[in-house]
């Protein structure tokens, strides 16, 4: 019997993080690393599942029975294994009929990056457990993790795309963004990192703020789309920091860690964890790994064009 595999994009948020949430137009794109999934049918009524790392060394595995999905094994620590199971539960109640068959699965997910590195452990499970389970992605993270769903549009598309909730509901549409100045970019991983649901908690005890500048912001998306200059890009990072900083009231990444640096420097996703972007040239590697921070990607290193 054949297994099935599905596979999804990770996830990059250059502009708009967390006004995301509240209707501005962000530009995402879909990263070279993602996560795969596995389905191999067997004839017992349980879910043996193993998700290994980049090292393909198992992280987390736990087995489930079926039809009602009780954790009857995990070597991890059971917070992971009782989320795995939200996750499945609320599958099966967008899908009645996934996992109500005798047969049972061994489940293999594979990710292709560093689990620190915030590309989207979480969105590109969700996804890929939607398409096994042929339902919504976007309502399986809204009711399960929650979130904006921009990861979840990056795991399904191959091209850069902006992103926004008009009246909660999603509008994806294709952009060309290809920069050319993109020899010019680089991402940086601060070591961090960032649990997105406490970023965003943070972030709506702050929002008073929000409602004037998500046109500002959405501006700032349409402008850095068309952008032919990295010198115009670096005024519209600065600018869009500026923005972000007074929403989620903390200090730019620049102004924290990177002030001397001859480049801009712009946080992508929840401040202070995963990735940073930064302009620069070929002195850029070195004066971050001074800084001592070690992984240094180029943009046609990290980005899938």
């Not at 990056?113 to 979480?122: A, D, E, I, V, Y």
């Not at 004066?287 to 990290?302: A, P, Q, R, V, W």
């Amino acid at each position: 019997m054949l297994n099935k595999t599905f596979y999804s994009n990770g996830k990059l948020l250059l502009t708009a993080e967390y006004l995301v949430l509240d209707g501005a137009k962000s530009l995402a794109i879909p990263a070279k690393f993602g996560q795969d999934l596995t389905v191999e049918k067997i004839d017992q009524p349980k879910i043996i599942w193993q998700s290994f790392d980049v090292k393909n060394k198992v992280w987390f595995d736990c087995t489930f029975k079926l039809p009602n999905l009780e954790i009857i094994g995990s070597n991890k620590d059971i917070a992971i294994s009782k989320t795995l199971q939200n996750i499945l539960k609320e599958a099966q109640k967008l899908n009645p009929e996934f996992l109500t068959n005798k047969t049972g699965f061994i489940i293999k997910t594979n990710l292709t990056f560093p689990r620190n590195w915030g590309l989207g452990t979480s969105s590109t499970l969700i996804n890929n457990i939607a398409q096994w389970a042929n339902i919504n992605a976007f309502k399986l993270l809204n009711n399960s993790f929650g979130g904006s769903g921009y990861d979840i549009a990056c795991a399904q598309n191959n091209k850069p795309i902006t992103y926004q909730l008009i009246r909660n509901k999603p509008k994806i549409e294709s952009v060309n963004f290809n920069p050319v100045f993109k020899d010019q970019l680089f991402f940086i991983h601060l070591n961090k990192k960032q649990n997105s649901k406490d970023a965003i908690h943070q972030y709506q005890k702050n929002k008073n703020t929000v409602f004037a500048f998500t046109e500002s912001i959405s501006q700032i998306t349409n402008a850095i789309i068309k952008t032919k200059k990295v010198a115009d890009f670096e005024k519209l990072l600065i600018e869009h920091e500026k923005i972000i900083a007074i929403v989620i009231q903390q200090k730019t990444i620049q102004e924290k860690l990177f002030s001397d640096y001859f480049g801009q420097t712009k946080s992508l996703g929840a401040w202070g964890g995963d990735f940073i972007i930064a302009t620069g040239n070929e002195d850029s590697p070195k004066y971050f790994k001074n800084k001592g921070f070690e992984t240094i990607l180029s943009y046609h290193d990290m980005i899938l064009q």
